[in-house]
């Protein structure tokens, strides 16, 4: 029986290299987030296109209506606190996505744990530390 194999070895060969350069080429940082192969939910997009704003108050107002959305998926609650904690940016404007997160009656444990773990390599002042870790705190 003949085989095309050597065929279908040297077309996948070409297929690895142009992806290779297309990932070489790309504009943006890429972003580890979108290489991971976890389950994306519906916002993983915005989240994304959120978070290449340039300036820190326009990124974290758009990232603070996403995180106020109400059916965030744990998986976007966990790279929106990614995100915010380990961006550049003002402390009042992380501050407001954090918080707007904490509030979110989705908000899921782990998401909350992350948060708690992550404020204090988030680059905040005091005071806004204060107000996240009021707004974690269960009722
Ligand atoms: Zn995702």
Do not use: W, Y
């Amino acid at each position: 029986m003949r085989t095309r194999l050597p065929a279908a070895g040297l077309l996948a060969t070409l297929l690895l290299a142009a992806g290779c350069v297309v990932a070489i080429g790309g504009e943006s940082r890429p972003s580890r987030h979108m290489t991971q192969g976890l389950a994306h939910g519906p916002h993983c997009a915005d989240i994304e296109l959120a978070r290449s704003i340039e300036f820190s108050a326009e990124r974290n107002q758009a990232l603070a209506q996403i995180a106020a959305l109400p059916d965030l998926t744990e998986h976007e609650q966990l790279f929106l606190v990614d995100t915010v904690t380990i961006s550049d940016g003002f402390s009042a404007d992380k501050t407001e996505v954090l918080v707007a997160l904490a509030e979110n009656p989705g908000l899921t444990q782990k998401a909350r744990e992350r948060m708690a773990i992550r404020i204090d390599q988030a680059d905040l002042f005091s005071s806004d530390v204060q107000r996240i870790s009021q707004a974690l705190l269960p009722e």
